[in-house]
């Protein structure tokens, strides 16, 4: 038991997503990725006036929304992927597993997800079928924490 506490208390708070961290505004996230990053005119994704419009990810291909609050801070970094396949959810949750240890929620009622929670950051992997349609919707969240309690 001492040895999973120890390992769970290693895990470090992502605090945003790679060099995107929370409160950050849309210069500054351009600036933390400078060739990848672009503008959005006009916002896109629940108000996304940033994104990266291609990165590769386990294998799939991602667009990456970078979401500010009404004050124009970073809140949230939405992965959606493309063209998401099969295996495509299990592969990442095994790498999100790899880095963050095992989820904290899993949901399994026809459509599958995951969830981290951290102090500031709640990482969520979600996929969504739609089997008349023979597709499925793939998507990768990682979200400022609020606290409730204010």
Known sequence: ???LALACAAVEDPGG???AKWG?????????????????D????????????????SGAEF???FIPDAAGHLRAVILNA???TG???QSLEN???AKYGRPWKTDEAGDSGVQWSFPTTVITLTRVQVPNFGTQFLSLAYKLKVDERI
Do not use: C, H
């Open 17 to 19: 997503w790679t060099k």
């Open 24 to 40: 950050m505004t849309d210069d500054q996230v351009l600036a933390a990725f400078p060739g990848q990053a672009a503008r959005l």
């Open 87 to 89: 295996a495509l959810f």
């Open 1 to 3: 038991m001492v040895a």
């Open 82 to 84: 493309v063209k998401p």
């Open 63 to 65: 667009r990456v929304y």
């Open 95 to 97: 790498l999100l597993v």
């Open 42 to 57: 006009p916002p896109e994704l629940n108000g996304a006036r940033v994104s990266i419009k291609s990165i590769e990810l």
